[in-house]
């Protein structure tokens, strides 16, 4: 990149960075919320929602909800879209803010939605501040170390933009809808947590069904140790906190106290399930996928005063129910207690429980006392009301399996152009009497290329993915960049601050290289031991 092009880039980003703090300073210091309309004993005024309030609405959702996941996605990839995207989200995102700040129609009284907007606003002011910092690329004295922390920073904060924004859109529709105030706290408080953890439950699986196993083999556990880790934790905490200690027990306290109990108890002999006790080997169970069946058995029998409000909870129960009864026929039937299908690749079945889990998710959170309240008033029945709700999870999903799709895309067409080198000496057998330590640093020369990623580590924040592969030689042995010392390769690491840096792009070398040897046998490059 020529010094004019950075400097015009900068001098754009820098204008944008200005421009928006300015423009966000200048609003929230100049308006106010009238709350003259507002009926006594009321948080909204009657009026409704009107076209401004809309497009705030829709402006904040496209930003923070499609536009800022697929920057982030791109950046975590290194893809030359990152950054526009990301302007264009942010552009979005300030015309959004200010059209939330000039609306007319209906009125709020001071709320949550309005308070936690400055949380987000600067987190993308935060953000766009550090890319142009990166964009720089100062790398010379202080700014080394400078540099290196705020990489770590600027991908921490792009990573949780996403979580931070989707608790945003739940305040904003509770705040439109004047929910959640006085005693209807709790309820909404308990359906939102538990709601969103079933969807991020989802996504999370999804994420480690179609990316995650490379991770899985390094870590050396089984996908069930981390989800009765996961829910043993929770079941603590529900145990000691569905019900106010000292006070007069209810029975939904006690129902929502003996879930945790069974959770907390299910996940410690998860845990220990998780592990062969005498190879020492994870171990696949069926222990989640049970504890997830009983819940959902316990939900869709919870008792409720409103009639729509019981068919929903029972809906929802039942939708557990199917995930976990999912989850033990995979686990058992499917894969036969194996990582993966005897085939390779993911099976069709693998997808239902986690898409199921996203609609759990949602059914819980729609089924909040006052929201059920006012669906009646509305005159809709469940059935229509579940529809819509499924629908929504059917979306969530497809942007989930979306934004996996970027990244494995793009991972998979970023392999080096000498790819096919290696295939050929792969597939040829000329590796086949390498020593281990030759087959790494061949796989060094095809993977090492231009040092361009190098421009774009501020976009990631953190390593390209999974870095340990099975090479077919002769031994079939594990490599990856920690072997490094094992190879003879320990020059590589000095005291010196320039060749340690040199270390650091050493290294990522043989990270890309990894992935090369790991997508030529995934893709069944054939090897001769």
């Not at 739940?170 to 706290?185: K, S, V, W, Y």
């Not at 316990?298 to 409720?304: E, G, K, L, R, V």
């Not at 050493?506 to 046998?521: C, H, P, V, Y």
Request: proline share 3%.
């Amino acid at each position: 990149m020529s010094i004019s092009h950075l400097r015009g880039r900068l001098v754009a980003y820098s204008a944008l960075y200005l421009i928006l703090a300015g423009s966000l300073r200048t609003i929230v210091s100049a308006h106010e919320h009238g709350g003259e309309n507002i009926p006594d004993g009321s948080v909204v005024s009657p009026d409704p929602l009107d076209t401004i309030l809309w497009l705030h609405i829709v402006g904040m959702i496209t930003a923070f909800g499609i536009i800022f996941p697929i920057g982030m996605v791109l950046g975590i990839v290194r893809n030359r879209w990152h950054v526009p995207v990301q302007v264009l989200g942010s552009v979005i995102a300030t015309l959004s803010y200010i059209l939330g700040h000039a609306h007319k129609g209906r009125q709020f009284a001071p709320n949550i939605h309005a308070s936690f907007a400055s949380v987000l606003m600067f987190m993308m002011i935060l953000q766009i501040a550090l890319g142009v910092y990166l964009k720089l690329h100062l790398e010379k004295g202080i700014h080394r170390m400078v540099r290196r922390k705020i990489v770590v920073i600027h991908g921490v904060a792009g990573k949780a933009m996403p979580v931070v924004a989707w608790i945003q859109m739940l305040f904003g529709g509770i705040t439109a809808l004047g929910f959640c105030r006085g005693d209807h706290t709790g309820n909404c408080a308990a359906h939102f947590i538990m709601g969103s953890s079933f969807i991020a439950y989802g996504i999370v699986m999804t994420i480690m069904l179609l990316v995650g196993q490379g991770w899985l083999r390094r870590t050396g556990r089984s996908p069930e140790f981390w989800d009765s880790l996961v829910i043993g934790s929770w079941g603590m905490v529900n145990t000691f906190t569905e019900h106010r200690w000292g006070k007069e027990w209810h029975h939904n306290d006690i129902q929502h106290t003996a879930m945790g109990i069974v959770w907390w108890a299910a996940g410690l002999l998860g845990i220990w399930l998780s592990r062969d006790a005498t190879s020492r080997q994870p171990r696949r169970n069926l222990i989640p996928g049970l504890v997830i069946f009983l819940t959902g058995y316990a939900m869709s029998a919870h008792p409720q005063h409103n009639p729509l409000s019981g068919s929903v909870h029972t809906v929802f129960g039942y939708t557990l129910m199917a995930a976990g009864l999912a989850r033990i026929v995979e686990i058992a039937f499917v894969l036969r207690d194996r990582n993966e299908v005897e085939a390779g690749g993911v099976s069709s079945w693998q997808y239902l429980t986690p898409y199921l889990l996203v609609a759990s998710g949602f059914l819980f959170q729609a089924a909040n006392e006052e929201q059920l309240t006012w669906m009646s008033n509305v005159g809709m029945d469940h059935v229509s009301y579940v529809l819509a709700i499924y629908s929504l999870a059917f979306l969530m999903f497809l942007f989930t399996n979306f934004l996996i799709g970027i990244y494995t895309l793009n991972v998979s067409s970023g392999l080096p152009k000498k790819l096919s080198s290696l295939e050929e000496d792969i597939s040829g057998g000329s590796m086949e009497m390498m020593s281990d330590r030759d087959v790494l640093l061949r796989a060094h020369h095809y993977g090492s290329g231009d040092d361009h990623d190098h421009d774009h580590e501020h976009e990631s924040g953190s390593g390209s993915g999974n870095h340990v592969y099975s090479i077919g030689v002769n031994r079939n042995a594990l490599v990856s960049t920690e072997d490094v010392d094992h190879f003879g390769l320990e020059g590589l690491v000095t005291d010196s601050d320039e060749e340690e840096e040199e270390a650091g792009r050493e290294r990522r070398r043989l990270d890309r290289s990894m992935d090369t040897i790991g997508k030529a046998t995934a893709a069944g490059v054939g090897v001769r031991n």
